[in-house]
């Protein structure tokens, strides 16, 4: 049997001065997130005084969809309007076919824009194709 894994690790900056509130907004939306009797909300995050900002990762099975949500409350808490960006990778732990590839999502206050490597070698295949 093989186990699959969601894997990432980013930075979401704040602006100097905003480590509680940032921190205030991680516990909220770790309460908000809990999942289940083992308490987990999907990804591991903390403060980055080398950021500075909020840490997010997972080295196994990230929940990209909760992760987006916090990013999102950050967003929100400290009024940043430009895109932000996170890419993940999705593993195997065996070599099995197709198993194996990644995804990207652009987020907004109140939108995400999600892609993922085989969407884009597919709709590329189809471009050559197409003669575009």
Request: glycine share 8%.
């Amino acid at each position: 049997m093989a186990n699959n894994y969601t894997e990432a690790s980013f930075l979401f900056p704040v602006p100097k001065g905003g480590k509680e509130r940032a921190l205030a907004v991680l516990s909220a939306a770790a309460t908000e997130l809990e999942d289940g009797e083992d308490g987990y909300y999907g990804f591991d995050a903390d403060w980055d005084e080398h950021g500075p900002g909020v840490w997010i990762r997972h080295d196994e099975s990230l929940d990209v969809e909760h992760a987006v949500y916090l990013v999102q409350r950050l967003m929100k808490e400290f009024s940043v309007q430009e895109p932000f960006a996170f890419c993940w990778a999705a593993t195997c732990s065996k070599p099995r076919l197709d198993e194996f590839g990644g995804g990207a999502v652009v987020v907004t206050q109140d939108d995400a824009h999600y892609m993922n490597t085989w969407t884009c070698a597919k709709d590329t295949i189809n471009q050559i194709k197409n003669g575009k």
